[in-house]
């Protein structure tokens, strides 16, 4: 088998003693960085970026502590969710509604042991599903021109509108915001400057870092100051023992499974990512096996549902990143921004051309996997231990972190303060229920969506009916329309719950997945 | 009624950024699209969604007191302060004072704060200068 053999190369690269330590150290500060709620995947993805490039690492290196950082906060998210009902990201948002009952019936241990280990299912089984599912992809991404991958950006923009927000306008809105700033710098293809208004620093455009860093860590610091009470982060949380019982294990085998699913389908969309992942695991979970009404009353089911669910999501979201070069989530959009930087195109040559990266990279993710376990389970009493340090202390050192990062990148003190713009933007679109992911998407696909349609232009010699002009480019076309209207049409309801839910909890700033 | 301000600043923003859009110099040589269109097309997007908020705005959003108001305008101003001192007086003394401000806002007494703010400068300074050898600002003192 071809693939074996290329997880074994895989397998050689990744088992040095630098890329298993960069693993080690990515997996500790992913679960951190999901675990303390304000701090989610795709800002402490972005806050390490600097760190990544300072450190002079190659891309494999690079993408290896980055990965471990992500797959890392997927699991660190329920930590207080079950401890504190507060989702340490938005992706464990669904784990609070039956976690924190368990911790309230003195089941503290045993839901962190459960969703530990369902995460691991969900994650593991997912890497399979990369290793299996994205050559496949990169077969069909060959045959793809400048207007497929047009039409595939506007698929990706679609479906990120229509499926993850709230209403539709405000995310049309964010992503023309993000694409609108994406256009400022100097025009690629014939060096014109383009809203630059003159001023110097604007000629390399905005860095998308700085938007990042800026639109996600910085506002948090704002909607911090608005509601913090000065209490602190953790109450004493006593975990007696941190194990799962056999019998609950084998209850919620059925669960993992179907998380696992589809988690997995919900990741590969593009757009959709780890939130929609755990919430229709969840809901699926609730809707076949609430025969007795014991969801949301501490059911083990619905909380190894929505972890095998977000896991398997993040996984599943490195297929499109990967195998087509378009992101589907806002985490997978920042790890992509990283490779262009550094100088790798993702998408199907990347296979052929960089294999190492790619083989090297999926085989880091299982051995990263392992490491979660061990530190989510067996270690989880160090994150706890962390929790408690009150919001008062932290905040600060997280804003103070960002403008390290920053500072780190470009040493420009025009850069700290378009970051704290974005922070001020940022705060009010939350306030507005704007997303964000949407926006973030803009500025990084921005330049590469509008260089593909122009490519397309100057083959057809300006002719637009190229763009529609493979059963490829109707297909994709076709997908990104029923991707953006039928959630118009079907989604009222589901979207209605979710918000009703999303009501329901303690009102947590959230940061993208 | 936010909604409505916010569609109604979008849509004025969008129109001028088609107008500056349609400002854009094409050189002699330029492929058949160029760089105008997709501003263009982008602004016209930004515009329709805008007038969609105006006209069909959510429900209010809750919005802070006033004190919190100044609580995060006055955060800003000590951003703003430090990103200006970074390169006058170096690293250290610029993060322990803004940290120490901003863990003051967020509810820790004075003295707490003031604490929190050298311990978290001296704490990235040692992680992140003497560990990972990130360059941070230096200031007269060497630090």
């Not at chain 1, 150290?25 to 795709?42: D, M, R, V």
């Not at chain 1, 939130?275 to 009404?293: C, P």
């Not at chain 1, 962390?386 to 202390?393: D, I």
């Not at chain 1, 803009?442 to 763009?467: H, P, Q, W």
Request: net charge neutral; aromatic share 10%; glycine share 12%.
């Amino acid at each position: 088998m071809d693939i074996f053999s290329n997880l074994a190369d895989g397998f050689a690269i990744a088992l040095t003693w630098q890329n298993l330590a960069l693993a080690l150290i990515g997996c500790f500060l992913g679960t951190l960085i999901g675990a303390l709620p304000g701090l989610g995947p795709t800002n402490g993805v972005a806050i390490l970026i600097p760190l990544a490039f300072t450190l002079g690492l190659p891309a494999t290196p690079a993408l290896i502590l980055l990965t471990s950082v992500y797959y890392g906060a997927m699991y660190g998210g329920r930590i207080s969710s079950i401890l504190l009902n507060i989702p340490g990201d938005e992706p464990a948002l669904m784990t609070t509604l039956d976690g924190y009952p368990m911790t309230k019936k003195g089941q503290a241990g045993e839901a962190l042991a459960l969703s530990g280990i369902a995460s691991f299912i969900g994650a593991f089984f997912a890497t399979w599903g990369l290793v299996f599912l994205a050559p496949q992809l990169v077969k069909v991404a060959l045959l793809f021109g400048p207007a497929e991958y047009f039409a595939l950006f506007t698929l990706a923009f679609a479906t990120l509108a229509g499926v993850a927000a709230q209403n539709q306008a405000k995310a049309v809105l964010a992503a023309a915001l993000g694409l609108g700033i994406a256009m400022i710098g100097v025009d690629h293809q014939t060096g014109v400057p383009r809203l630059t208004f003159g001023e110097i620093h604007l000629y390399d455009g905005i860095h998308f870092l700085v938007a990042i860093v800026g639109l996600f860590a910085i506002s948090e610091v704002f909607l911090f100051l608005e509601h913090h009470d000065g209490k602190s982060g953790a109450g004493k949380s006593v975990l007696s023992r941190i194990t799962a019982p056999l019998s609950m294990l084998a209850r919620t085998t059925g669960s993992m499974a179907r998380g696992t699913a589809i988690g997995f389908v919900a990741g590969v969309l593009p757009g959709a990512g780890a939130s929609l992942g755990s919430f229709v695991a969840y809901t699926v979970e609730k809707r076949l096996k609430d025969k007795d009404g014991t969801f949301g009353k501490g059911d083990p089911r619905g909380v190894a549902a929505p972890e095998a669910g977000n896991n398997a999501a993040a996984g599943g979201a490195l297929v499109p990143m990967l195998a087509l070069g378009v992101p589907g989530s806002g985490t997978t959009a920042v790890l992509l921004a990283m490779l262009m930087a550094l100088n790798i195109t993702p998408g199907p040559l990347l296979f052929t051309q960089r294999p190492d990266v790619v083989w090297g990279l999926i085989a880091a993710l299982f051995i990263g996997n392992i490491m979660l376990l061990l530190l989510n389970v067996p270690m989880v009493g160090i994150f706890v231990r962390v929790l408690q340090v009150p919001t008062k202390y932290l905040m600060p050192a997280v804003a103070m972190i960002s403008f390290v990062g920053i500072y780190g990148v470009s040493g420009s003190t025009f850069d700290l303060l378009v970051m704290i713009g974005f922070g001020v933007m940022g705060y009010l679109l939350r306030k507005m229920d704007v997303p964000l992911v949407p926006v973030i998407l803009g500025i990084l696909l921005g330049n590469e969506m509008e260089k593909n349609l122009r490519r397309a232009l100057t083959i057809s010699d300006g002719d637009v009916s190229i763009l529609w002009g493979s059963p490829i480019a109707v297909t994709i076309w076709a997908l990104a329309i029923l991707g953006f209207v039928a959630p118009l049409v079907f989604g009222r309801v589901l979207r209605a719950q979710k918000a009703r839910l999303a009501r329901q909890e303690a009102i947590q700033p959230s940061s993208g997945d | 009624m936010s909604d409505r301000v916010f569609g109604g600043v979008c849509l004025l923003l969008s129109v001028l950024y088609i107008y500056f859009a349609m400002q854009i110099q094409v050189g002699f040589v330029s492929d058949p699209m160029g760089p105008k269109a997709f501003p263009v097309v982008v602004g016209t997007a930004l515009g329709i969604a805008s007038l969609y908020l105006l006209l069909k705005p959510d429900p209010e959003p809750l919005w802070p007191q006033l004190g919190r108001l100044a609580e995060i305008a006055f955060s800003i101003v000590v951003m703003v302060a430090y990103t200006y001192a970074l390169p006058q007086f170096g690293f250290v003394v610029s993060t322990t004072v803004a940290a120490a401000l901003l863990s003051w806002r967020l509810g820790a007494t004075p003295l707490a704060a003031a604490i929190a703010g050298i311990c978290i400068a001296v704490g990235i300074f040692v992680i992140f200068r003497m560990v990972l050898k990130l360059s941070l600002a230096i200031g007269p003192w060497g630090f």
